[in-house]
């Protein structure tokens, strides 16, 4: 048996040392964690903001530029979907074959130019113009355009376009673009 007193002291340095150890291990990262963000903070902070920024700033940047962006997508999309759509069906529907409208760009000449006589039309028909457009498109017979034939633009839009398809198609006239 050693004498009692000798025998902790060796546990107590091998302790000590685990101790330190542990202690080392622990404030290492610790410190270059804080390093890092130090390093980091002080950069976006200072002068030096090429890494730091091009690194931080477009991930703070990205999230409004999305926002805005996907904005003015949804505003653009709700302003420009109708006259897009009634290109669309402008054009599908053959609405080209007899009709000059430049927005479409379209040159037939069996009826009116769509550019400018609706306009007229509708005054002359006492109508407000989308309604006037409405009316020629689902029963062309209403309302005959001066020196064109009654009968020659098809009579089945009204059924053959689904109403949101005759609506796109209206705005798209009306707003002439
Ligand atoms: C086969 C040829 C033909 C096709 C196809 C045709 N139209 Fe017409 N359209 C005419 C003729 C002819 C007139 C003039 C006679 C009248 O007022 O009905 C006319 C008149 C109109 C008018 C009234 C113009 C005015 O100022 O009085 C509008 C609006 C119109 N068409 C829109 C359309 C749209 C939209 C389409 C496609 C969905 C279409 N047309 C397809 C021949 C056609």
């Excluded at 109708?82 to 379209?106: D, E, R």
Aim: aromatic content about 6%.
């Amino acid at each position: 048996m050693a004498p009692p007193g000798n025998r902790p002291k060796p546990m107590i340095a091998v302790a000590e040392v685990l101790m330190w150890v542990l202690f080392v291990l622990l404030l290492f990262p610790a410190g270059v964690v804080g390093w890092a963000v130090g390093h980091y903070t002080g950069h976006q902070g200072g002068g030096t903001r090429t890494v730091t920024v091009s690194a931080a700033a477009p991930a703070t940047t990205t999230a409004p530029a999305t926002t805005t962006t996907a904005k003015a997508a949804a505003t653009t999309t709700a302003a420009a979907a109708p006259t897009a759509a009634g290109k669309a069906v402008f054009l599908s529907a053959g609405c080209a074959a007899c009709h000059t409208f430049k927005p479409a760009g379209a040159s037939g000449k069996v009826g009116p130019d769509l550019d400018t006589t609706p306009a007229v039309d509708a005054k002359k028909d006492n109508m407000a113009l989308a309604a006037f457009v409405r009316e020629s498109i689902v029963s062309p017979n209403a309302y005959i355009a001066p020196g064109f034939t009654k009968g020659l633009m098809p009579q089945t839009f009204g059924t053959s376009l689904s109403k949101a398809k005759i609506d796109a198609l209206v705005s798209f006239i009306v707003s002439g673009k």
